[in-house]
């Protein structure tokens, strides 16, 4: 077992040794961060540099370890493979809390879509978030799953009719969160998570070197889950449903074509004309059973388009909606937790570009220069019954790095899941 290093913190320069701008030095009693600038990024950065050298256990030491310094450490400390630890001593309980809560919910994050989509099925990726979530507070949590035929007899096509290329079964969960004690309170918030656990792009295939993080297309149902049970960590006391629309994007007999035509259960026909914009089709379920709550809030997660990653890379999620007010609020959410979100632009103009000759609407734009993320966060808004107020949609461009970097190592971040639960602690 390797021995355990000593993390210290200080504020001045290192030793001219080690170079005036070194991030680390060290000594015999360990090593020490030198911090300066954007201190919550030069702590990540150590925390990565100090894996990346082989230093996989450590003790943060000192006084000047604060919750949000540990948890930046963490943050770049952490590894896609097991073996990492990191302790520490003397946060107030309020803040030992809070510090747990939140890795308790990241790791559960990181871990689900960390794994392969031969674990991570749709089904079980319903079930474990369910119980997941149910863990936490056990007399307020109720769900339900959805599966295979039954999609069909409840009118949910678009998540069947992805699904059904596949061997396994597609799914939807339905999660009730009610710490209210009344059966018959209104519903605040209904989030609703892509849980595509393998996306090949169906017969517009993706490329080899496209297809290789897919696993991972599951993790805006993923960063919906863990943002509601970091939520209720935090003592959430509004009423809350959770819908995670789950399918494997397979290529097969029953898969389906282009120019198929799905008529979904508020009655919206749509032309798939590219099997690999399959995300909007799943959502288009969940965001009408959320519209049927009549909540105030609708947010929906998901990794739906590279137009968003191509625009912001992997440090921040793209925020798309039409309500201003509500913007601002989740804008504020991801400042205050010191996490990436970014507005891209959505309008009535974009909802007109998704025209189809035998259909409602196609699945994707047709022509020249159209915005991707624009024009598939527009496509959602047909599936929301008053679109232009208390609805957005997060298109989840920070949940998976294929490659690591000088902050993070390669695969799940857990990113969004502070936001989303800052929003859903927020004051309405």
Known sequence: MSSIMSVFLSHDAAAEQWGTNALLSFSAEGTTVHLSGDLQSALQRAGRKLDTQGIKQVSLAGSDWDLEAIWSFIQGHRNSKPGNQVTWEGLNAGDEAELQARIKTTNWV??????????????QLAARAGEFVKSLAP????????????????????????????????????????????????VHTCIVGKGITFDSGGYSIKPSAGMTAMKADMGGAAMATGGLALAIARGNNKRIKLILCCAENMVSGRAVKLGDIITYKNGKTVEVLNTDAEGRLVLADGLIYASNQNPEVIIDCATLTGSAKNALGNDYHALLSFDQVLSQKALASAAE????????????????????NFADLSNISSGD????????????????????????????????????????????????????????????
């Open 139 to 186: 007399e307020h949590v109720t769900y339900k799953i959805i599966k295979g035929n039954d999609l069909i007899d409840e009118g949910w096509m678009g998540t069947h009719t992805v699904g059904r290329g596949s061997e396994r079964s597609a799914a939807m969960l339905r999660l009730d969160y009610n710490p209210t004690g009344d059966a018959d309170a209104p």
């Open 369 to 428: 220069f159209l915005p991707g993320a624009s024009t598939a966060a527009a496509f959602l808004s047909y599936f929301v019954t008053d679109y232009k107020k208390g609805w957005m949609h997060i298109d989840a461009s920070g949940t998976y790095r294929k490659s690591g970097n000088d902050k993070w190592c390669a695969g799940a971040t857990g990113m969004g899941v502070r936001t989303l639960a800052n929003i859903l602690n927020s004051e309405s």
């Open 337 to 356: 937790e010191h996490e990436g979100l970014w507005p891209l632009p959505l309008a009535e103009n974009h909802r007109g570009m998704l025209s189809s």
């Open 110 to 123: 990181r871990e689900v879509i960390n794994q392969s989509a031969d674990v991570v099925r749709p089904s």
